[in-house]
């Protein structure tokens, strides 16, 4: 159950999305107090939950750990993944050298698949991950995550499962899968906010050493690995470069780079067009890959009849139209080129981990025992793939010591500015030993105009949902910034005046709509594809209730409010419609 507190946040920020964004209504205080008077006992704000627990459901093939609000049974079905249990649990016991497999039973769940623990007759326990329909290419992503996670480990040095079994093609379990050793430890996002700033930072020192291991082995192509001998077509050799020793260079042929299985490349039918995925001989032709995808894409799913309103509540100008998308991917095209980084190191291939964050990090008696979920890993330039772990980013200003008001404070405000000061110091923590131990990391990281150049290439994925004003928004400050840049060739493009009018509007908008997400993912745990705890899913129904009740309302009084304003939130809202028809059938015709 949601909170009080939150629930008054999230419905105080709607408000300020007016006036350009005009269809939210400007009453919903009343509403969050109508509402707060039918909740009860205050329960933990979900931003102090953290997003994976474990699920012990017997339900081994649907999807089980939460709801979505919004394309609930599309979301449900791309998750469901049948299989033959007995024969799951034949060749894990195989793999494990046991005779057979006394348990089964379901202990995560992400959105691409499901991890089983498997328990022995003879006590063992193995893991098996079993992918989701919509985990990526049949075939290759399963092929390459093993491969990626024998590198990993044989080549790198880096602690991963170890794989017992796998299959990657038809097969008698109906699925693919990967068996896995069971290792001992808990997921770091249960300890971190547990441990003291000296056991954070032994762990800061680990995942510094981490990624110094994943930088000290270089590729002459990118794309996804993959064993040789799986004669997967699309496969070329490539030249690995590091420090090996005799026995590792001679194990290297075992290894070779085909399509990448990032999914920005083969999500939403994109597998099926024959587009590139790899191997790319250079970063620039990585870079303009992400552009022509898309491009490819729009011209052929993109329709103003198929724009999907489902999950937002505004549409900004030529957001409808496939050409408008074309045209600001047309000039990333042209600029990517000048502010891409030029020195050698960037543009090199390295692999690393990009899920490296506190969910995926296992610790036992405070040491980092395994690094999981290597599922669409790929070899890419590490400019494009250098980050700061999940649990070590700090916005906003640092803090590393106590105001002098700090004993006049609440309890509350108090907890805040430790917080703040602890994530300020393990932060700067973090950038002093990557500067010191990993230099060309920290070399990335702080390239000038960093955040630019990686948020074009992050916002040219995916503008079809919505994110056609982000793209134009870093375009924009391109162009208004290029003399600061030092590039001596001019901007390859500009935008009218009239442009600029019009995005500045739709960027108001857009702005008041990311506080409102905000503030949802904060308090309600929501996501942008709707998913949300199963605790919460009726809170959040009745809280959207409202909001479109009021909304309509607004949206009928407001002169300033279209005819196809007004058509957009229905469009936006009518997954409550399908909630209400499935809550109806599943009480009965005879329901009050």
């Known amino acids: 159950m949601l909170a009080p507190r939150a629930f008054v946040r999230v419905t105080a920020i709607l408000p300020k999305c007016t006036p350009s964004f005009r269809i939210f209504p400007k009453t919903l205080p009343q509403i969050a107090a109508q509402q707060i008077r039918h909740l009860s006992t205050p329960s933990p704000s979900p931003a102090s939950i953290p997003n994976q627990t474990p699920d012990h459901s017997e339900d ?184 090996f020793s005799e026995d590792t260079r001679v194990s290297l042929p075992r290894f070779v780079i085909g399509p990448t299985t990032e999914r920005e490349f083969s999500e939403k039918g994109k597998s099926d067009m024959g587009l590139s995925r790899g191997p790319w001989h250079t970063a620039q032709d990585y870079y303009e890959s992400i552009a022509h995808t898309e491009i490819a894409w729009l011209r052929r799913f993109a329709a103003p009849e198929n724009l999907d309103m489902t999950n937002r509540w505004s549409v900004g100008y030529n957001q409808r139209f496939p050409e408008a998308h074309i045209e600001m991917l047309r000039k990333y095209l042209r600029v990517t080129p000048l502010i891409a980084p030029k020195e050698p190191d960037f543009l090199s291939f390295r692999l690393r981990n990009t899920e490296l964050h506190d969910q995926n990090v296992l610790v036992h008696e405070g040491k980092i025992t395994n690094i999981f979920d290597w599922q669409a890993i790929s070899v890419k330039p590490l400019f494009a793939s250098a980050e700061v772990p999940r649990c070590l980013r700090h916005t906003g200003d640092s803090m590393l010591e106590l105001p002098e008001n700090f004993k006049e404070l609440d309890d509350e405000e108090k907890g805040k500015i430790r917080d703040k000061i602890a994530r300020s110091i393990q932060s700067r923590l973090y950038s002093q030993k990557t500067e010191a131990r990993n230099p060309l990391l920290h070399k990335a990281l702080t390239y000038p105009h960093r955040d630019r150049i990686t948020d074009l290439m992050c916002f040219a994925v995916g503008t079809w949902s919505g994110e056609l004003c982000r793209l134009r928004e870093i375009l924009k400050r391109l162009e208004r910034d290029w003399e600061s840049l030092g590039i001596a060739a001019p901007c390859p493009y500009q935008f009218s005046a009239t442009e600029l009018k019009k995005h500045k509007d739709q960027a108001e908008s857009f702005n008041g709509c990311q506080y409102v997400w905000q503030a949802l993912s904060e308090d309600f745990g929501l996501s942008s594809d709707g998913w949300i705890l199963h605790e919460l899913f009726e809170t959040a129904v009745a809280m959207f209730t409202e909001i479109r009740k009021h909304a309509r309302k607004d949206s009928e009084e407001d002169p300033e409010c279209t005819e196809e304003d007004r058509e957009d939130l229905e469009k936006s809202m009518r997954w409550l419609l399908d909630h209400e028809k499935k809550e109806q059938a599943r009480e009965g015709p005879n329901s009050v």
């Open 60 to 243: 081994y093939f649907n999807y089980t750990y939460g709801r979505f609000l919004w394309n609930e049974t599309q979301s449900l079905r791309d998750r469901h993944r049948e299989f033959n249990v007995d024969e799951l649990k034949k060749i894990a016991a195989k793999a494990a050298g046991a005779q057979s497999c006394v348990s089964m039973k379901k202990v995560w769940e992400t959105h691409y698949f499901k991890l089983f623990d498997l328990v022995m007759d003879d006590g063992s326990e193995v893991e098996v991950r079993v992918p989701h329909p919509i985990a990526g290419v049949e075939t290759y992503t399963i092929a390459s995550e093993v491969a990626t996670m024998d590198f990993a480990s044989s080549v790198m040095g880096v602690p991963v499962p170890k794989v017992l079994a796998w299959c990657a093609k038809e097969n008698a379990v109906g699925a693919e899968y990967v068996v896995t050793e069971k290792v001992k430890g808990t997921k770091l996002v249960y300890l971190w906010d547990k441990m003291s700033l000296y056991e954070r930072e032994k762990i800061i020192d680990e995942l510094v050493d981490l990624e110094k291991k994943f930088l000290s082995v270089s590729f002459s192509k990118s794309g996804a690995l993959y064993y040789a001998d799986q004669d997967l077509p699309g496969c070329e050799e490539v030249n690995i470069t590091g420090d």
